[in-house]
């Protein structure tokens, strides 16, 4: 494959040469789902590289979209990440801006709810997920404090014993992840919040990610190991993580089918999987010349160390892509290749 060099038109020079002040430090915006990932890499390609830590942002995979696709120069973002791919009227935008742009997968997040194989895995549905979890439930159309206080409250056919799950706290992209895919999914079902969200997408997103305080969820830090010997020492708890680590100790361990669909790694990659969804960043041509390290940021985030299967991303909830896929996304995503829709 050749590589041409990036040519910068006359009026892409001057969107550049009229900034007030040059920069030297990635900008990157985008996607809360993805956010996490890219600032991990992020913080990585700052301690182990001479430039400068990128600037990571969450402002909303289209807030994202609007910002990036707004123009050339460097009052505008060089990278926008986003958890599902660019839309073609995002594109369209971007093109009539000149923006030139490439498309890198990342890979796919899934998040799973475990426990104990001492005890028969949950068989769920993303609404009873929300009905478990949620701070405020529509109970007879009327949002009230969580009643469940079993798993039998919710369906007779649970375990009659009390909710108690155990999860990433707040800080983690594990619990954005889950919140946005099992939480949001599961508060979509009721048709009271489904009159909310119509009305006001903040107030429905407010209660659709707000947790119970009651003690049925226990945040249980960043240490997964932690959740794991807590499962073992209590059957009837459940644990809330990334599949990967699900896999890890799949002889300790099993996962609850969600909506019908067991957490496998081809289902979460085949996006059978209701808790899983394809990740993306999207990076502008014309800056790649101008503002230092783009390049090597790209490197670094499609490095088998980073995003394999053995890689740092894995610990924070990231599903890989194929071996093969992988390299074929490297050597696109590191020649610059033009994403054409």
Known sequence: MNI?????????LFAFTTTAQARDQIRIVGSSTVFPFSTAVAEKFGKTTSFK????????????????????????????????????????????????ITEVKIGFD?????????????????????????????????LVANPYKKWSDIDPSFPNSKIEILGPPPTSGTRDAFSELALEGGAKKFPTLVALRKKNKKAFKKVAHAVREDGAFVEAGENDNLIVNKLEANPNAYGIF???????????????????????????????????????FYVKHQHVAVVPGIKE?????????????????????????????????????????????
């Open 297 to 341: 940021f790209i490197a670094e985030f499609t490095n088998e160390n980073t995003w394999g299967t053995e890689g740092y991303l894995v610990d924070k909830g990231l599903i890989p892509l194929s071996e093969a896929t992988r390299k074929s996304i490297s050597n696109s995503a590191n020649g610059m290749a033009k994403l054409k829709m």
């Open 4 to 12: 041409k060099p990036i040519v910068l038109a006359a009026s892409v």
């Open 53 to 100: 830590t990128p600037v990571v942002e969450s402002t909303g995979s289209g807030g994202g979209m609007k910002l990036f696709c707004a123009g050339i120069g460097l009052g505008h973002p060089d990278i926008t990440n986003a958890s599902r791919r660019i839309k073609k009227s995002e594109f369209a935008k971007c093109s009539a801006k000149g923006i030139g």
């Open 242 to 280: 990334g599949f990967s680590f699900l896999d890890q100790n799949s002889d300790k361990l099993h996962g609850a089918s969600v909506d019908g669909e067991l957490p496998t790694f081809e289902n979460i990659a085949g996006g059978q999987y209701g808790v899983s969804r394809s990740l993306f």
């Open 110 to 142: 899934g998040i799973v709810l475990v426990n104990s194989k001492k005890t028969k895995a949950l068989k769920i549905t993303k609404k009873q997920i929300f009905q478990a979890l949620a701070h405020k439930v529509p109970v007879n159309g009327k």
